[in-house]
């Protein structure tokens, strides 16, 4: 819509308005009729209204009381006044046209601010959506991307636990694999330890065994000789020798 339209429009509106704003409520004072019939009452109540003694009186009523009979009378008279019917139709016609017109006025106001304002008003508007879609556009990117980052956590964690799963296998098998090696060379330890054990203590004897066996021979031969020196018959070195070789095929 134009400018020109507009105004118009807005124009017509308020003639309109006015119109019957007046119709309904004609002025915002008191009627010719009224004031044909109850005039000079009027301006005679204005005049005691303004007077000093009784805005005084309507300031602090108990500390400014009517000083004399005059003020007394005209205390009356303002309360006869302001008590007729007629006097308070006047004032709510009159108040009520005052609201109506400050109603008409304000919206007419109000219409031509707004179509006024109405495209640098619509560019803040359009400007305020842009910037809370960018930043809804914004939050939801974020939200992606911590979602994307979350998982992407939670890929490389299931894979570290399954590296460190391999790890511990790997690990266990090696200390499997040790610890059966540690046994293997323990084991062959201990049967080398025993077969020497054993082969010590087979010399041990069979060195035992010569040394008998050689002081026996030894003492055989010295036997022999003193029997020898001392038996001279062949007969007897015969039995001798015989018994030598027995001996020494037993010691064998």
Wanted: aromatic letters at 10%; glycine letters at 2%; zero cysteines.
């Amino acid at each position: 819509m134009s400018t020109k339209k507009f105004l118009y429009i807005m124009l017509a509106i308020y003639v309109a308005g006015a119109v019957i704003g007046v119709a309904l409520f004609r002025s915002p004072g008191l009627s010719r009729a009224y004031l044909k019939e109850f005039g000079k009452e009027h301006k005679e109540f204005l005049k005691i209204k303004k007077s000093d003694w009784y805005k005084a009186y309507e300031e602090r009523p108990a500390l400014h009381p009517p000083a004399n009979e005059h003020q007394r009378e005209q205390l009356e008279f303002v309360e006869h006044y302001e008590a007729n019917p007629r006097f308070h139709a006047e004032e709510t016609r009159a108040f009520r046209y005052t609201i109506y017109f400050r109603f008409l006025n304000s919206a007419v106001f109000i219409a031509l601010m707004a179509f006024a304002l109405r495209k640098p008003l619509g560019d803040y508007l359009d400007g305020k959506i842009a910037e809370i879609r960018s930043e809804l556009d914004d939050a939801a990117k974020a939200r992606e991307e911590a979602a994307r980052l979350k998982e992407q956590a939670r890929g490389k964690i299931e894979k570290w636990e399954a590296v460190e799963a391999a790890i511990r296998k790997e690990a266990d098998q090696a200390l499997e694999k040790d610890l059966a090696k540690i046994n293997q060379e323990f084991e062959q330890s201990k049967a080398q330890f025993e077969k020497e054990l054993a082969d010590r203590r087979l010399a041990e004897q069979y060195r035992a065994e010569r040394a008998i066996k050689t002081e026996l021979v030894e003492e055989a031969i010295a036997a022999v000789e003193n029997r020898y020196r001392t038996e001279a018959t062949l007969e007897r070195l015969t039995q001798n020798v015989d018994a030598f070789t027995k001996l020494m095929e037993r010691l064998s």
